[in-house]
């Protein structure tokens, strides 16, 4: 005759595993990394963005304010100082910035000298081309002006979001440095024209 023992009793439920405090080390220095690049990377700049010391970027655009198109080249403007204006009718800083920097330039053009030997370039962003000329018109700008009106060169070229921006390039094509903002009067432009002049005047 077989016998069936009974059953014994249930074994008994181990315990859920704990995590090794090797891994919760781990992932506690791998977060903290994370963050650390995150808020680093916040706010600077692509690297290929345009930088002081660099070379200024190439670029062409139809000039509306005369005939033809304007044109600025990484090698320089035949060794020819350059500055590059950012600005546009929607922006309220620029209408304030522009009038007398433009005032600055006709100034410097008519009393002849290394200032008036600093090419001058502005670059219209955003602007439907009515706008953009009658802006210009009322700052009394005189120089040539480059129509970006999707960005292409303010924001693609130069990287820049909004503006003004201002532009200070020397007679080599590589940048001297960059304003940010409406930080210019004509007493501080003029004085970062003749930065870019040989003799300083």
């Not at 181990?14 to 690049?37: C, D, E, H, M, S």
């Not at 970027?57 to 990484?74: D, E, I, K, W, Y």
Request: proline share 9%; charged share 15%.
């Amino acid at each position: 005759m077989t016998t069936v023992d009974p059953p014994g009793p249930e074994p008994a439920a181990l315990p859920p595993r704990q995590p090794r405090k090797i891994f919760l080390l781990v992932g506690v220095v791998v977060a903290a990394a994370l963050g650390v690049g995150l808020f680093t990377s916040v706010g600077t700049n692509n690297s290929g963005a345009p930088h002081q010391g660099g070379p200024v970027p190439a670029f062409t655009g139809t000039n509306l304010n005369g005939p033809g198109s304007v044109s600025v080249s990484s090698s320089g403007s035949n060794g020819l100082p350059t500055v590059l204006l950012f600005f546009g009718n929607w922006c309220d800083a620029c209408h304030e910035e522009l009038p007398p920097l433009a005032a600055a330039v006709r100034h410097q053009q008519a009393a002849g000298g290394a200032l008036a030997r600093v090419r001058v370039v502005g670059i219209d962003s955003e602007d439907t081309t009515g706008n953009a000329k009658a802006f210009i018109k009322s700052s009394g700008v005189t120089f040539p002006v480059a129509y970006d009106p999707n960005l292409d060169i303010t924001s693609g070229d130069f990287y820049f979001t909004g503006d003004p921006f201002t532009v200070f390039v020397n007679g080599d094509g590589t940048i001297n440095k960059i304003v940010d903002g409406a930080q210019l009067n004509a007493a501080s432009f003029t004085a970062d024209e003749r930065a870019l002049t040989p003799s300083g005047t």
